[in-house]
């Protein structure tokens, strides 16, 4: 897995000392910060601009100083990593056995826009089962997705219809069991921490880089031992040992003042 970028871990930090907090950060503080998470001055300049520059950060200027607050857009953005953080996680035993089908056409000649689309499909969750339907699990978000040449569908498998097998047939089980058991081989041996505050940065940033591409499958009908269930429980027991004393280095790292909102 390659290793994650500035603008992974400066979202993980937006996450964990921004999101619902009220506050501006100065960017000095931004940049001590990633700094110990091996991030260079000039990344995180750079990333602050970008992000800036495409409404994920405003600036909020305090004396000589520059402050940089979240937008509605990252807000949302973070609220939805959030939610797939702590809430749905990587495990999905509370499937209901819907599924969205999702159909498409497009003409021969439409080669890429149809490359487009079944990477953003598969982005969204989504395997093929044949031709031109695709499945995903439980209620998927398709607003995104719609056009002219798809048509949208829920329901239930008929019980003569093997799912462990369609969904072995859609979905690469081996690419996705492998990106779980890279994380248990590179976090399952850490027992201490140099630096807590980075370690954190580092161990979210990676498990949401999974997360997000994981179509969160019924566990009910993936092969047995299903390496999630094993990495999310090391995610959740390393991420909470790291917590306070990550927190208390935060706190007398980072300069922030309220988030006026102008």
């Not at 110990?36 to 600036?59: C, H, V, Y």
């Not at 081996?174 to 041996?189: I, Q």
């Not at 993936?222 to 959740?236: C, D, R, S």
Request: hydrophobic share 45%.
């Amino acid at each position: 897995m390659a290793p994650p970028s500035a603008s992974a871990i400066m979202l993980t930090f937006l996450g964990e000392h921004l999101f619902d907090h009220g506050v501006c950060v100065y960017s000095g503080s931004v940049i001590d910060v990633l700094a110990r998470a091996g991030i260079s001055e000039e990344a995180t300049r750079s990333t602050l601009t970008r992000m800036t520059a495409r409404g994920l950060l405003r600036r909020q200027r305090n004396g000589r100083r520059m402050y940089f607050g979240l937008t509605a857009h990252s807000t949302q953005v973070l609220r939805d990593g959030a939610v797939r953080l702590w809430q749905t996680g990587a495990v999905n035993r509370e499937w209901d056995g819907t599924w969205t089908l999702l159909a498409f056409s497009l003409p021969g000649e439409r080669q890429r826009e149809r490359h487009d689309l079944r990477a953003s499909l598969a982005w969204a969750g989504f395997g093929p089962v044949q031709g031109g339907l695709w499945i995903a699990p439980g209620a998927a978000d398709v607003s995104h997705l719609l056009t002219g040449h798809i048509r949208v569908f829920r329901g239930t498998a008929d019980p003569s219809t093997d799912v462990a097998e369609m969904i072995a047939g859609a979905y690469d089980l081996l690419a996705l069991a492998a990106r779980y058991e890279d994380f248990l081989a590179r976090w399952s041996p850490v027992s201490s921490f140099t630096d807590p505050l980075a370690t954190k940065l580092l161990l979210v940033t990676d498990w949401l880089q999974i997360i997000r591409r994981d179509p969160r499958l019924p566990v009910s009908h993936l092969p047995a031992k299903w390496p999630a269930v094993e990495a999310q429980e090391l995610f959740f027991r390393l991420n909470e040992r790291l917590a306070a004393p990550a927190a208390e280095i935060a706190a007398t790292l980072l300069e922030t003042i309220p988030d006026t909102g102008e």
